[in-house]
């Protein structure tokens, strides 16, 4: 069984998050993470999923403030060997939720082309032009909640 959590910028569990975020996302792409980005994230609610059995964090994400009714949907992870398990969708979801509790009534997102139809089947929808950024490609998302 698994259960969504919030976790509290600066605890154990958010280094782990910051692990798992690197390793699922920029690792195989050969970038680094910058410690020096660490501070920007204080303010932001960051989500993670755990196997109720031993406690191991096996995803996560960030919802970042844009503005009094805006947050960003960053950086969602899932452990390799718990991929297409439908972990994602329930992440995403659960983010959905907290933002709604929180007062914001849009969310944005940054996709990389290979996940634009998971966020898609999630209600994100599809604005403006493919960019670049940092060297990757990105369609803009976003979602009324």
Known sequence: MRKMIDVDFGSTRYDELVELR?????EPLGLKFLDAYRANEINYLHIGCVEALDDKLIGGLMLAPIDNNTVRLMEVCVENKYQR???GRAMVDYALNRAKEVGYENVIMHARLTAVHFYEKCGFSQEGDIFEEQ???FAKMVKKI
């Open 22 to 26: 690197y390793k699922i996302l920029l």
């Open 85 to 87: 398990e439908g972990i």
């Open 135 to 137: 060297g990757l490609t």
